[in-house]
């Protein structure tokens, strides 16, 4: 049974990288990378941990965390690519909530933090190992930057851009609670 996205009950929160509250998106990337690209969750754990922090955290970039009572639930990040575009990373969904569209509200909220930092272009590279990834980025709107008739590994890693436009929030999405 896939249960819907309830807005008034998600909560937005600006953290750290070693934040408590972002620690189950570190370990289950961990887990989904090395499943699908090797290594063991450890070691890819670590490196998630170990990627500079400050790249995520204000002016230039935020890591953001979407809970529902209390649990965190998705997430997302963003760095400085260049002067126009930032960098989306770590987009996550928690297994176990996966299927009601909070991929999607991640890329929302941080498009409109992305926005507010005044850059004007969003990129991103999701594995050749990630179908689910490629469909998100390509329903919210980014356009592949590779040829979509190769087969995904020849490609290697998959790079999408968007261009970010003006754009009035809507009602139902201002009833979210963001929290710095």
Same mark, same amino acid.
């Given at each position: 049974?896939?249960?819907?996205?309830?807005?008034?009950?998600?909560?937005? =929160?600006?953290?750290?990288?070693? +934040?408590?509250?972002?620690?189950?998106?570190?370990?289950?990337?961990?887990? %989904?990378? *090395? *499943?699908?690209?090797?290594?063991?969750?450890?070691?890819?754990?670590?490196?998630? =941990? +170990?990627?500079?922090? @400050?790249?995520?955290?204000?002016?230039?970039?935020?890591?953001?965390?979407?809970?529902?009572?209390? &649990?965190a639930v998705a997430g997302g990040a963003?760095?400085?690519?260049?002067?126009?575009?930032? %960098?989306?990373k770590r987009i996550w969904t928690a $297994?176990?909530?996966? =299927?009601?569209?909070?991929?999607?509200?991640?890329? &929302?909220?941080? %498009?409109?933090?992305?926005? $507010?930092?005044?850059?004007?272009?969003?990129?991103?590279?999701?594995?050749?190992?990630?179908?689910? @990834?490629?469909?998100?980025?390509?329903?919210?709107?980014?356009? @592949?930057?590779?040829?979509?008739?190769?087969?995904? &590994?020849?490609?290697?890693?998959?790079?999408?851009?968007?261009?970010?436009t003006a754009r009035k929030q809507s009602?139902? =999405? %201002? *009833?979210?609670?963001?929290?710095?």
């Amino acid at each position: 049974m896939t249960r819907r996205l309830n807005l008034p009950e998600l909560r937005v =929160r600006h953290v750290a990288q070693d +934040d408590p509250l972002a620690a189950p998106l570190l370990a289950e990337l961990a887990v %989904e990378y *090395s *499943s699908r690209y090797g290594g063991t969750a450890g070691e890819v754990h670590a490196d998630l =941990r +170990d990627y500079p922090a @400050a790249e995520f955290a204000p002016p230039h970039g935020a890591l953001l965390m979407v809970t529902r009572n209390a &649990e965190a639930v998705a997430g997302g990040a963003f760095q400085r690519y260049d002067a126009e575009t930032a %960098e989306l990373k770590r987009i996550w969904t928690a $297994r176990e909530h996966r =299927r009601q569209g909070l991929g999607l509200f991640v890329l &929302e909220q941080l %498009e409109a933090e992305i926005a $507010r930092r005044g850059y004007r272009r969003i990129y991103l590279t999701t594995g050749p190992r990630q179908p689910e @990834a490629v469909g998100l980025y390509l329903r919210a709107g980014y356009t @592949a930057l590779y040829d979509p008739d190769l087969p995904a &590994e020849e490609i290697g890693p998959h790079p999408f851009d968007k261009r970010l436009t003006a754009r009035k929030q809507s009602p139902a =999405r %201002e *009833s979210v609670g963001v929290l710095a």
